[in-house]
Nanobody, 111 residues
């Protein structure tokens, strides 16, 4: 059973950086695509980006050039590096592998 766990969220200032981690899928991370999503209260969950099994990444237009997804197979972890954060990046961030979701981690961008 896959239990994804996101971590690394917190408070950052505009222009700052945070790195989120997604763990809990073991070697499955290297076999399947892992996606990142975000959601604000009352809003629909929004796709942020994805890394596939060949390390090819794709991003939503709103984060392209600022966010980077990577994977460390040895650590069995997928990362979301978020740079140049903006107020509208404030959301709960989730990782997804196949039909499995984590519980989310809160990111707040505020001065």
């Amino acid at each position: 059973q896959v239990q994804l766990v996101e971590s690394g969220g917190g408070l950052a200032e505009p222009g700052g950086s945070l790195q989120l981690s997604c763990t809990g899928a073991g070697s499955l991370f290297s076999l399947h695509a892992t996606g990142w999503y975000r959601q604000a209260p009352g809003d629909r969950r929004e796709w942020v980006g994805v890394i596939n099994r060949d390390d090819v990444t794709n991003y939503a237009y709103s984060v392209k050039g600022r966010f980077t997804i990577s994977r460390d197979n040895a650590k069995q972890t997928v990362y979301l590096q978020m740079n140049n954060l903006r107020h509208d990046d404030t959301d709960v961030y989730y990782c997804k592998l196949r039909s499995n979701w984590g519980q989310g981690t809160q990111v707040t961008v505020s001065s």
